[in-house]
């Protein structure tokens, strides 16, 4: 199995090039990867809780969705097994719309008659990445004041598994009134 690129060949957020044929039918990228993230909301996202944990991104960048999901199933291990299945709501907040391509070129015997060069250089699909802006929200955690230090742990083993330093902020909510 081929290993994928390192991270900082699409680290920088620019405006990806979109494909513009002269045949209509060809300007789009054909196939777009299966995201590797199962779920985006954990926990009871019916319950009230009292205070919300947020991890924030502290620079622009992208972050590929393999790296999402790992610290979706860090953060949630320990939510799950310090506060059960119940006591707490998690939800990440940003979503992988960005197709990240790559044009493999051959190198070594024999590479110039598989190789097209930079002639046909769109590239295939190879994953996907959310783009993130200085200050955006990338997860938030409900919990009750009992669990604030557990969400804070959890939301920092999952900013271990992502690019980048970001900052926890402990917010308390406001109680709905019926």
């Known amino acids: 199995m081929a290993r994928i690129r390192k991270f900082s060949a699409y680290r920088k957020v620019e405006r990806p090039y979109t494909r513009v044929s002269k045949f209509r039918?060809?300007?789009?990228?054909?196939?777009?990867?299966?995201?590797?993230i199962v779920r985006f909301e954990m926990g009871d996202p019916r319950k009230e809780f009292s205070h919300t944990v947020e991890l924030i991104s502290?620079?622009?960048?992208?972050?590929?969705?393999d790296a999402i999901e790992s610290a979706?199933?860090?953060?949630?291990?320990?939510?799950?097994?310090?506060?059960g299945k119940t006591g707490y709501f998690m939800k990440i907040m940003i979503?992988?719309?960005?197709?990240?391509?790559?044009?493999?070129?051959?190198?070594?015997?024999?590479?110039?008659?598989m190789s097209t060069g930079m002639k046909m250089?769109?590239?295939?699909?190879?994953?996907a990445a959310a783009q993130l802006k200085k200050g955006q929200?990338?997860?938030?955690?409900?919990?009750?004041?009992?669990g604030i230090e557990v969400a804070k742990k959890a939301l920092g083993k999952a900013s271990?598994?992502?690019p980048n330093s970001?900052?926890?902020?402990?917010?308390?909510?406001?109680?709905?009134?019926?």
Do not use: M, W
């Open 25 to 36: 039918n060809k300007s789009f990228i054909r196939a777009s990867p299966n995201l590797k």
């Open 95 to 113: 979503y992988p719309f960005h197709i990240l391509r790559e044009n493999p070129l051959a190198s070594g015997a024999g590479a110039d008659r």
């Open 137 to 146: 929200k990338v997860c938030i955690t409900r919990v009750n004041k009992n």
């Open 72 to 83: 979706r199933q860090s953060a949630n291990r320990v939510l799950e097994k310090e506060l």
């Open 58 to 65: 502290k620079t622009n960048l992208q972050i590929r969705h």
């Open 121 to 127: 250089s769109f590239g295939k699909a190879i994953g």
């Open 166 to 178: 970001y900052a926890l902020v402990v917010k308390e909510n406001k109680p709905v009134s019926r």
């Open 160 to 162: 271990k598994k992502l």
